[in-house]
RNA sequence: GUGAGUGUAGCUCAGUUGGCAGAGCAUCGGGUUGUGGCCCCGGCGGUCGAGGGUUCAAGUCCCUUCACUCACCCCA
């Protein structure tokens, strides 16, 4: 083997596959449930669009990014996504909306990238799943985000918890910041190594340090530090929250990466996965249109991480089956079995001819594998007599039928799922 | 970027003080010329991650390197 896949960067077929497939096709009903419509934004975009968004000294901007130059004579320096939010802004902004039309609802679902060491759950290529909301600054709104993620965990059957925090708005956040700064002066000596550059660079992460623990709890909380807007919009988020029954839980040390959220922010959770455990994130983003050149217009969106959700499904869900496989025995049935296989799935059927020229026994065995409930069997035999072999798997039982019923018995005997 | 662990058949893994490269599963065929799964028999399948060194002899010991995995970090 000579040519391998790029580090980070994976293959996915068969089970992992449809797991995959089926938590964006559960995604999308539910934005749709929502009144949430699509967009569809590229995957390239021009890298001062994330630095002026994510924030100039995140990890993503500073170390994560597939960022070069394009071929233009001005050698425009561009970069694969490393989140959606930006992207969709951008979009929203180029489109006018921001002024014709400023409430607006979107998803979006594709490929994320980010340049950072593989693990579980975490790949240089993955999959997000988004909504945004624009135009609306109340607190139904960010409800209604945490609800969308509760009802997707409902529809995939998954355990996952939720928490809650609120980083203030442009009038209090400040206030807090200044505050965990001189926290983290104060106490410089007693902090770890990272903590040491956090201060620096992104202060607000001294909260969810792994090591000096205890110093974290210590230290201020956001929660002291709101104004009476910012206070009143979180406790009508929990009221929200409480009444649509999402089960959450307050952590007043939950921090986002990203520079551009205010207020709301949270987090879901899941056990299932490793390290990695963060499946969905989000909150309001009232200052990032404005920001990114567009009018003041509040924002407030989540992202999840398909991936992460896949890998918390699990993979016996999503064995593979057919409704019947259908066995041809020479090259006349062969061209039988063809029209045939073509009637059961214009019936809605899933049907696989299977490769003819091996003997009975080797087709059967190929029909087991595959997940086949039924063989369909039309030899020479039964070419003559215009009839099939509908044998059932599952009762190892087989009757002959006339060709012309064979759709009909299929679905009679509950082949169709 | 940092640390630890693992690399032997398609997959999961054994491999003793250095002495002929193994098992199970999968696959293909036979037992049954047109009947799957279970069972029995057989076939196919290897650069022992790569490169170098020590040795009569290296999967095994030494050095280098690459890849994968998990964790830190970061984050969905």
Do not use: W
Not at 30 to 52: C, D, K, S, T, Y
Not at 119 to 142: H, L, P, W, Y
Request: aromatic content about 6%; charged content about 25%.
């Amino acid at each position: 083997m000579q040519l391998t896949r790029l580090r980070g960067f994976q293959d996915t077929l068969g089970a992992q596959a449809r797991s995959l497939a089926a938590v964006e096709d559960c995604a999308r009903k539910m934005a749709e449930r929502h009144n949430v419509g699509e967009i569809r934004i590229p995957v390239l975009e021009r890298l001062e669009l994330f630095q002026h968004s994510s924030g100039e000294t995140s990890d993503i901007v500073e170390k994560q990014m597939y960022a070069f130059a394009d071929r233009d004579e001005a050698e425009t320096t561009l970069a694969l996504r490393p989140e959606g939010t930006p992207g969709v802004v951008r979009a929203y902004i180029e489109a006018g909306l921001d002024r014709s039309d400023p409430e607006q609802r979107f998803y979006y679902a594709g490929p994320m990238f980010r340049r950072e060491r593989p693990q579980k759950g975490r790949f240089r290529q993955f999959s997000q799943f988004g909504v945004e909301i624009f135009g609306r600054a109340d607190a139904a709104t960010d409800a209604e985000l945490m609800v969308m993620i509760d009802e997707l965990r409902r529809d995939l059957g998954l355990e996952l918890n939720f928490e809650i925090n609120s980083l203030g708005d442009s009038e209090c956040r400040p206030r807090f910041r200044q505050a965990v700064l001189e926290y983290g002066r104060a106490h410089f000596s007693e902090l770890c190594e990272d903590c040491h550059q956090r201060l620096e660079r992104n202060p607000l992460r001294l909260l969810d340090c792994k090591i000096d623990v205890k110093l974290a709890e210590a230290a201020p909380k956001s929660l002291d530090y709101l104004c009476d807007a910012c206070r009143a919009h979180f406790a009508a988020v929990r009221e929200l929250l409480t009444d649509a029954a999402v089960p959450h839980a307050v952590n007043p040390r939950l921090v986002r990466g990203l520079d551009y959220y205010t207020r709301t922010t949270f987090e879901v959770i899941s056990t299932a996965v490793g390290a990695q455990s963060a499946v969905a994130a989000g909150g309001r983003y009232d200052g990032l249109v404005e920001a990114l050149g567009g009018a003041a217009v509040p924002g407030s969106g989540f992202a999840i991480g398909v991936d992460r959700l896949a890998l918390a499904l699990e993979a016996a869900r999503f064995a593979s089956y057919a409704d019947a496989a259908v066995i041809a025995l020479g090259g006349a049935a062969t061209r039988r079995a063809m029209k045939l296989a073509a009637e059961m799935r214009a019936a809605g059927l899933r049907v696989e001819l299977l490769s003819p020229g091996r003997g009975l026994k080797a087709l059967l065995r190929r029909a087991d594998k595959i997940g086949a409930r039924y063989a369909v069997i039309i030899g020479d035999n039964e070419l003559g007599r215009a009839t099939a072999v509908l044998r059932d798997l599952k009762a190892s039982t087989q009757n002959e039928v006339a060709q012309h019923d064979l759709v009909a018995a299929l679905c009679a005997g509950g082949g169709a799922r």
